[in-house]
């Protein structure tokens, strides 16, 4: 059977004094490469409602959950996937703080509430079973950051269990940094990089922040794939994708192909 393709992809937030590019003169570009490389689940982050509402009426095979960090109209860490391929169980956003359960609640200085939206998906060609974390920790506040990665790993094994896990997002931190190692500690959440896990070599930059800018910026890995259980990586790529000479957000997209083996037990 052919693999789940996952995605991560940050958007960048539309702000309407932004000097960058406009999200009008984006989103076309954005619903277009997620459209050739049909990824079955996406996790976008920096998404506002009307983002979420343009890409939805340009990605006609996808549905979408996830809520805002604040209140509704603020930005989602929504989970985009197929219904074709894949049947949705449960789902459910948590924020990155003392009070994980109390909507906009924020802690560690960090510099705005900060998210969490989770899935529990069956995949209707193969019967098991993929749990998708998709995340984006605090740009200011290194604690938050390390602190973040510690509650994702509590709620991990809370919503999660024994089953297969993928985790998606930006973590506004490189490889080696205190909230990396805590998410890939085998005494933590155990989670492996799909970039090191993968059997085919990685495809395209490592780094994977451009900035708009020409070129993405050497060693700027914020954005990953992790996994955690019975999860091939078959191929892990950063794409960069570029539409006359523009990137279509500051960051690139990553993309991983997994396989689940086995049927995970019930979490």
Known sequence: MPPVRLMTFNLRVAVADDAEPPWTARR????SLIRFHRPDVVGVQEALPPMLDDLGARLEAFSWVGRGRGADQNEHC???YRPDRLSLERHDTFWLSTTPTVPESRSWGAAYPRISTWAAFSDDRTDRSLVV??????HDSATARRESARLVG???DARAGAAPVAVLGDLNAPPGT???RRLVDPAGPALRDALYDSTHPHH???ATF???GSEVQPGA???YIFVRGPVDVRRHGTLTDRWNGHFPSDHCPVVADVRIRGKAPDS
């Open 221 to 223: 890995r914020i954005d």
């Open 28 to 31: 076309e570009a954005v619903a």
């Open 204 to 206: 395209g930059p490592v």
């Open 178 to 180: 205190p909230p990396y």
């Open 210 to 212: 451009n900035g708009f």
């Open 154 to 156: 509590r709620q991990i």
């Open 78 to 80: 929504a989970l985009f």
């Open 133 to 138: 974390f998709n995340t984006h920790f605090d």
